[in-house]
Nanobody, 122 residues
């Protein structure tokens, strides 16, 4: 009964910026160990974009370093991906992911959103 919902996708020009957001609800959610973003382009495999742990440790794919930033939200169980200097090759469906604790499990489990489309075109 945990749900993740992405928002903020859309059409931007090359060099533009976009902020994606994710909200986790239900559960109940006791703790999110890892918040992350993945993407999947047309005819391509899903790949990690960025993640952040509960301790604040971040991980970035090499192709987004210096351009994208993953952020924990001010609202509990939310996070975002700030994307700057977007390139046509960044076009993809972006998915948020959480590794979290929920009842009745004593270990963290993975949950995924349904994705939001990002298009980069002039």
């Amino acid at each position: 009964q945990v749900q993740l919902v992405e928002s903020g996708g859309g059409l931007v020009q090359p060099g533009g910026s976009l902020r994606l957001s994710c909200a986790a609800s239900g559960g109940p959610i006791f703790k999110i160990n890892v918040m992350g973003w993945y993407r999947q382009g047309e005819g391509k495999a899903r790949e990690l974009v960025a993640s952040i742990s509960s301790e604040g440790t971040t991980t970035y794919a090499e192709f987004v370093k210096g351009r994208f930033t993953i952020l924990r939200g001010n609202v509990r169980n939310t996070w975002s991906l700030q994307m700057n200097s977007l390139k046509p090759e960044d076009a993809a469906v972006y998915y948020c992911k959480a590794v979290l604790y929920t009842q009745p499990f004593d270990r963290p489990l993975e949950y995924w959103g349904l994705g939001t489309q990002v298009t980069v075109s002039s």
